[in-house]
């Protein structure tokens, strides 16, 4: 095969030339790795690393998203002690975290089988309504839906994005995965609903790795990147600002959340 040097190394001792190319060569079968040098540094997990280029989605993304839905924490360096959470249906502040939405499952099923919704048509904002037990009620009644229709680990994927895919409908095979998962288990099946949503959506891949705060055109207006995301993740661009609580708390929006992840040290481009 012949090789056409650049035109700096045409003018240069060939032995000198032939040492640039290999070395070129070497630099491109071997590069300086930041993945390497963030994971020496202890910045990024090696899962966190695996998930970002399986999703296409930079880390200060998947951190934010993870921090707006369940959790700011991201797992240990090391991986979460085996059996932590093993049991426990729902555990708030780790990975092993549901959220039944009645109204979604209404949407799903006959009269005769719909939940208990005081959101009616939108989102509940009653645990009783939204936790496990409400969830074992709607499996009773439609296990398929009841799973469709509930949001699922730490990034709070819906099951509609990865039940027929990743457990062939089988409601059995996935409850049981569930129930018997610890965090780390959780952890793999968090990253594979995620994984399994981006995939699907190339185009909401490359808004993720935009800038976030980059005036864009869509929808027929101009707006950030954060809010073209948080629209096609949430549903709502909303979902991208801090909103206020009844009690005068604020809730931190997907452009703060991303912003802290960022302040942390979080990659904002694919390493």
């Not at 439609?142 to 409601?171: C, T």
């Amino acid at each position: 095969m012949k090789l056409d040097l650049p035109p700096f190394l045409t003018n240069i001792n060939p032995l000198v030339a032939g040492g640039a190319l290999l070395a070129a060569a070497a630099l491109l079968m071997f590069p300086r790795s930041a993945s390497a040098s963030l994971l020496r540094r202890g910045k990024v997990g090696k899962r966190e690393i695996e998930l970002s280029r399986r999703a296409g989605v930079p880390i200060a993304v998947l951190r934010a998203l993870a921090q707006k839905e369940s959790t700011e924490a991201p797992p240990p360096i090391g991986g979460w002690p085996r059996g932590k959470g093993v049991g426990k249906a729902h555990q708030w502040g780790g990975p092993k975290v549901m959220r039944f939405e009645p109204h979604v499952f209404n949407r799903k099923v006959s009269s005769s089988k719909q939940m208990p919704s005081s959101g009616g048509t939108s989102a509940s904002y009653v645990k009783s309504e939204t936790r496990w037990n409400a969830f074992r009620e709607a499996m009773r009644r439609d296990p398929r839906a009841a799973i469709e229709s509930s949001s699922w680990g730490r990034f709070q994927v819906m099951g509609s994005n990865f039940f027929k895919k990743l457990y062939g409908n089988d409601a059995n095979r996935f409850v049981n995965a569930w129930l018997d998962a610890d965090w780390n288990d959780a952890e793999d099946m968090s990253d594979a609903y995620l994984t399994e949503w981006f995939v699907k959506r190339p185009k909401t891949q490359k808004w993720a790795n935009m800038p976030m705060g980059k005036i864009v055109r869509y929808g027929k207006k101009d707006r950030r990147v954060v809010d073209v995301l948080a629209r096609q993740y949430n549903g709502s661009y909303s979902y991208a600002n801090d909103e206020t609580r009844d009690d005068g708390s604020i809730k931190p929006g997907l452009m703060s959340t991303y912003r802290n992840q960022v302040a942390k040290g979080a990659p904002t481009t694919m390493v």
